[in-house]
Structure formats: structure tokens, C-alpha cells
């Protein structure tokens, strides 16, 4: 594993913060890497050492959250839907910024698509369709169905400014989910 100087890892740091304050603040494509570079306290030339553009940071931002929960989702493997649950809602709770803009901001309006598949291969292999009460249906739909609903609940704690906790959240959604799959 390669270490990484900490100046780099510091202006890194400082310049997704600014992008993600600022996607908060005004429309994606009203931020120029101008307003980047000030709000974050470094140079543009600095942001072009670590991204192409502000497409670029978006994708990258994305892809660390995602991937971020992938690898939650790889610990917590063997555990239910509400413990797992939790784990996801207080990610999502310390990360509101981010998932905010992205969910509820309209930051980036193909983050939901990938939420939404991320969601969807989360589930696979939980459907069981050879014997129960979802016999004889098709996986796919039922994996739609639930990723779908799943999604539509996270945007729903946002744009509630999160009314509920995050062990209550993943109590009622890991329940909800267990009776359907």
C-alpha cells in the first residue's frame, strides 16, 4: 500500500468539502472550479492535479461512496437487513451533505440511478422464487421493486431533514424489507 503525503491528502480533502458545500449552496452546473478553488483554499492548478474537471470530482465523490458501502456491505454480509441497516443509515447520517445534495439537491441526477443498481445488487441473492410467498415470480421484479421503494425511503429521511434516527430508520425499512423477500 502506497503511503500518501498528507498535503495531498489535506488539499484532496479540502476540495471535495468545498464541491460538496457547494452543490448544497447552488446548482451543479452554476459551480465553476473557480468557486472550488476558493471555497477550498487552493489553487485551480491544484484541483487539476486530482481531477480532470468538475465532472471528474463528481464521479470520484460518487464512486467513494459507493464504494465505501460496498465494502460495509462485504463486513456485514452475514448479519439481517436491520443491523446492516443501521450500519447504512448512520453512513448515510454522517455523509448528509453529500447524500442530500445528491438525493434530494438534484447534485448529480445519475447518482440515484447508480444508488438504485448499487441497491439492486445489494439485494441479489436475499430473493428466493422456487419455494414461499414469492414463488413462481421474477427475481428481477422483485429485486426492482425493493431497491426501488429502498431508495425512495433514503430520499425521503433527506428531504425530511432526517425525522427519524438512524436504529429506527434501519428497524422499519430492514422489517418491510424481510416481509417482502
Not at 459551480?31 to 470520484?60: C, E, G, P
Not at 421474477?138 to 434516527?165: C, G, H, Q, T
Amino acid at each position: 500500500m502506497t503511503k500518501v503525503d498528507r498535503r495531498i491528502a489535506k488539499s484532496q480533502e479540502a476540495i471535495k468539502k468545498a464541491f460538496i458545500e457547494l452543490i448544497n449552496e447552488k446548482h451543479f452546473d452554476k459551480i465553476t472550479l473557480q468557486d472550488i478553488s476558493d471555497r477550498a483554499n487552493v489553487s485551480r492548478r491544484t484541483i487539476y492535479l486530482h481531477y480532470m474537471d468538475k465532472f471528474d470530482l463528481l464521479d470520484k465523490l460518487i464512486e467513494e461512496h459507493i464504494s465505501q458501502l460496498r465494502e460495509m456491505c462485504e463486513s456485514l454480509s452475514d448479519m439481517d437487513f436491520i443491523i446492516g441497516g443501521q450500519a447504512f443509515f448512520e453512513y448515510f447520517q454522517s455523509n448528509y451533505l453529500f447524500f442530500s445534495a445528491m438525493l434530494v439537491g438534484g447534485g448529480a441526477p445519475n447518482f440515484r440511478a447508480q444508488f438504485l443498481e448499487f441497491s439492486v445488487e445489494l439485494l441479489k441473492g436475499d430473493v428466493n422464487t422456487e419455494e414461499g410467498k414469492n414463488m413462481g415470480l421474477s427475481e428481477d421484479i422483485i429485486l426492482r421493486f425493493v431497491a426501488a421503494a429502498y431508495v425512495e425511503v433514503v430520499e425521503w429521511w433527506f428531504k425530511n431533514r432526517m425525522p427519524y434516527p438512524p436504529r429506527v430508520m434501519a428497524e422499519q425499512v430492514g422489517i418491510l424489507i424481510e416481509r417482502i423477500l
